[in-house]
């Protein structure tokens, strides 16, 4: 198996109630990158990405340029993390 590596990634804006989750496992499964994506309280989407470099990179560029067509981002935050191992990848 090749390096894995992780991202957190915060999505803020108009990102709740217009399949912001459903779409970014989508994207992720299309990918191969395991792990999750969450609402927040705050109004945010969070997401644990998990894989190889490049389809980690290529599902978290989905979710800054947008992401599905009814989002409205406006900022997003991330950073790597420690691969913990998910083997697929939910919605919470």
């Not at 804006?13 to 990158?33: D, I, L, N």
Request: hydrophobic share 40%.
């Amino acid at each position: 198996m090749g390096t894995k590596v992780a991202r957190r990634v915060t999505v803020h804006g108009h990102v709740q109630g217009v399949f912001f989750r459903a779409s970014t496992r989508r994207v992720a499964q299309e990918q191969g990158v395991t792990g999750w994506v969450a609402n927040r309280d705050d109004g945010a989407v969070v997401a644990w990405l998990e894989g190889p470099p490049d389809a980690v990179e290529t599902v978290e560029a989905w979710m800054v340029t947008g992401g599905p067509p009814a989002a409205e981002v406006d900022h997003i935050e991330s950073g790597s993390v420690q691969p913990e191992g998910y083997e697929r990848f939910e919605v919470r």
